[in-house]
């Protein structure tokens, strides 16, 4: 059983940068791939970001790229989303997630993954 715990969210100004973090434990292999989330009121959960791979293949959608950047740090089985320029658009709850096994399922897709954390709230005022 994966347990996964986000921290690093907060409060910031548009055009500002936030550094989320999701510690990861529980497990002897490493997921395959890692992804982070959001959701805001109303809205459907999306996905923001993604690694996977003994390459650490990254994905982003549009609405990110360039802004966004995860990252992983397997020493201490961890993952990062370092996010700049920061919108208001970008404002709610984002989740860490993990998947363990092969899926056909799209990085993007919430059901790619199979073990969540509780999230951390990240609000951008304009």
């Known amino acids: 059983q994966i347990q996964l715990e986000e921290s690093g969210g907060g409060s910031v100004q548009a055009g500002g940068s936030l550094r989320l973090s999701c510690a990861a434990s529980g497990y002897t292999d490493r997921p395959w791939i890692m992804g982070w989330f959001r959701q805001a009121p109303g809205k459907e959960r999306e996905g923001v970001a993604s690694?996977?791979?003994?390459?650490?293949?990254?994905a982003y959608p549009d609405s990110v790229k360039g802004r966004f950047t995860i990252s992983r740090e397997n020493a201490n089985n961890s993952v990062y989303l370092q996010m700049n320029s920061l919108k208001p658009e970008d404002s709610g709850m984002y989740y860490c997630?993990?998947?363990?096994?092969?899926?056909?399922?799209?990085?993007?897709?919430?059901?790619?993954?199979?073990?969540w954390g509780q999230g951390t709230q990240v609000t951008v005022s304009s």
């Open positions: 997630a993990a998947g363990t096994s092969s899926s056909a399922f799209s990085a993007s897709s919430p059901r790619r993954y199979n073990y």
């Open positions: 690694i996977y791979g003994a390459n650490g293949n990254t």
